[in-house]
């Protein structure tokens, strides 16, 4: 199926005025024009655009196939249709939604309801477990590719990347704070990884996941919580736990009156404790950062799949405190900053580790190092032609980056500042490589202000990869990763600043189709109203393909002037072919491409 054939009529037909395709017009939705003198006029002229775009992707059927169906006496497709397109009209929430619904006359026809309805059937439809939002989905993205322009290609790009959701307060489900490196504080969010297709015809959204708590790791979160809030409130709150329950304590609230304390109420302790602290291993006076050095320098870490680091770890003394206790080493990567946890058990091994390890780094919830590669397995599952792909430096991680490589993926990233690199024979670290290539550094043709060299590198546990050091105006020079080995230095810099999209992209679905602004509490309402918000946007990049003026529009500028402005059909009208009479304003597209396919069958076989 192509756009233009239900956009773009045969350019050789002859025009045909409006009032001659009154008669077809059924009876069903909203009138095809109105005339200026009538006083009712809808300010959504644009929703016939977004109807039009619903058909195109067939989004009804789309829910059918899901199996969603039904929401208590009001088919599904109408309450997805205003959850849908709430964002676009009124104030931006269901609840505006809906009184726009019951004001304005038009509305109600474009539902598909034989009635309006209330806000309470739009949450119960959010909040029904039995629908699959998450496949409904990807059965969006599986049906972008047969649609000839907004098919998927080879030259695109696809984008990943994390961003918050942040909600005001504790009783959304499974909701906790995370750190938010514009207000550099923590607050209440969900923490979401999302992917973006990029290319010329601008950016279309594939995916979103949450990261979601198991009940341990919900349990840790709230020990963190009352950590956060002093020793005496841990305490209390672990003291109305079973007594089986550990409790954690940061580098902050350490001392060995705080460890006494916790042995005083018979409570299980794991603590992360500062790098000087003097301890005694083996009965030698030693330093945290010491064992560190001699569990590298010895290759004793091993590998635990169970918490996604290496560990190594030993029984030590603190003094002051006069008992055995175990000491862990764990590290995410060889590449990677260690940290060192303390356990008041000396029989622990390092797999007992794992909660500790979740809730002292503040990391819970699912991996998303795995939620990110079943993304990929998805798209490579559905044959999706892409196979060029940028993320940021926190998913440079061996590991990830082999899995994409064996399913043909060509990745750009940057790297960190504590990854190495073998270049002739030397193990360099990223800041010893900029030191000694960015002198070699040349300009780069059609990129001003930039300058850039390029080397060859054996990366351990992946094997060759091109480093490309990068210095910008003010800006410190840093060194991107890529595993194509061929392609020339613009390419890589020009592929991973494609990254950037993604953040756009963040930005105007924030602001523009209220993705914060759910009013819903329970996880999977949350999870459909994201998908709801991928699914406005796509609606909006369809209908950008009827005009290349507008795939350089924002997602602002389409509400603006598309949907909640009269009069843009005229724009459209030249484009169809149609020409408009002076006592009418508006036309329903959906009805009207109809009208013109029966013209250009009519008028295909006429001389002339």
Not at 23 to 32: D, L, N, Y
Not at 355 to 367: H, I, K, M, N, S
Request: charged share 25%; aromatic share 10%; net charge positive.
């Amino acid at each position: 199926m192509s756009l233009s054939d239900v956009t773009r009529p045969n350019v050789k037909a002859r025009p045909v005025k409006i009032c001659d395709l009154l008669p077809q017009i059924p009876e069903r939705g909203a009138p095809v024009v109105v005339s200026k003198g009538e006083h009712e006029v809808s300010k959504h002229a644009g929703l016939y655009f977004v109807r039009r775009a619903w058909d195109v992707l067939d989004v009804d059927g789309l829910l059918r196939r899901c199996g969603i169906q039904k929401c208590q006496g009001v088919p599904a497709e109408a309450a997805a249709f205003l959850q849908t397109v709430t964002p676009l009209i009124g104030r931006g929430t269901v609840i505006s939604g809906v009184e726009e619904l019951k004001i304005d006359p038009f509305l109600p026809g474009f539902t598909g309801a034989e009635s309006s309805f209330g806000k309470d059937v739009v949450y119960r439809f959010l909040k029904d477990e039995r629908y699959d939002f998450e496949a409904f989905n990807w059965a969006r993205v599986e049906q972008l590719q047969g649609v000839k322009e907004l098919r998927f290609s080879a030259k695109g790009m696809l984008i990943l990347d994390g961003s918050l959701a942040r909600k005001t307060g504790s009783h959304f489900e499974r909701i906790h704070p995370l750190y938010d490196h514009v207000t550099d504080s923590y607050l209440p969010a969900y923490d979401m990884l999302a992917m973006v297709y990029a290319d010329r015809r601008g950016e279309m959204p594939v995916a979103v996941s949450i990261r979601t708590m198991t009940d341990e790791q919900h349990h840790c979160l709230q020990l963190l919580k009352a950590s956060r809030r002093g020793f005496k409130s841990l305490l209390r709150y672990a003291a109305s736990a079973p007594r089986s329950t550990p409790i954690y304590i940061r580098p902050l609230d350490f001392s060995t009156a705080h460890l006494k304390q916790a042995d005083r109420h018979g409570l299980p302790w794991f603590a992360q404790i500062p790098q000087d602290l003097p301890i005694e291993a083996e009965g030698e006076p030693t330093t945290p950062q010491r064992l560190k050095r001699r569990f590298n320098r010895e290759g004793l870490f091993v590998m635990h799949e169970e918490i996604g680091s290496e560990a190594a770890g030993c029984l030590v003394k603190v003094p002051a405190y006069r008992r055995l206790v175990k000491l862990f080493v764990y590290r995410e990567a060889p590449d990677k900053s260690m940290r060192v946890i303390l356990a008041s058990d000396p029989s622990l091994d390092e797999r007992d580790f794992q909660e500790a390890v979740y809730a002292l780094r503040g990391d819970f919830g699912e991996d998303k190092i795995q939620l990110a590669l079943s993304m990929y397995r998805r798209l490579v599952d559905m044959e999706c032609p892409t196979r060029r792909t940028a993320f940021d430096n926190w998913f440079f991680v061996c590991d990830f980056c082999v899995e994409l490589d064996d399913m043909g993926f060509r990745w750009f990233t940057q790297a960190g500042d504590n990854s190495r690199f073998t270049i002739r024979g030397r193990l360099l670290s990223t800041r010893q490589i900029i030191e000694r290539y960015l002198p070699k550094a040349k300009t780069v043709r059609n990129l001003p202000g930039i300058k850039a060299h390029a080397v060859r590198a054996t990366w351990e546990g992946f094997g060759t990869v091109q480093l490309v050091i990068v210095q910008e105006e003010k800006r410190k020079p840093y060194v991107l990763v890529t595993n194509d080995l061929y392609i020339p230095v613009k390419g890589v810099i020009s592929s991973y600043k494609s990254r950037w999209r993604i953040e756009v992209t963040f930005r105007e679905e924030k602001q523009g189709l209220n993705l914060e602004g759910f009013r819903v509490r329970k996880l999977a309402a949350v999870k459909a109203h994201l998908a709801f918000v991928f699914l406005a946007h796509t609606l909006l990049r369809v209908l950008a393909q009827i005009d290349e003026a507008l795939i350089e529009k924002s997602i602002g500028w389409m509400k603006a002037k598309l949907v909640n402005v009269l009069g843009m059909a005229k724009r459209f009208a030249k484009k169809m072919g149609i020409e408009f009479l002076d006592d009418f304003e508006l036309y329903y597209l959906a009805e009207l491409v109809t009208a013109c396919r029966k013209r250009r069958k009519a008028y295909a076989s006429a001389p002339g």
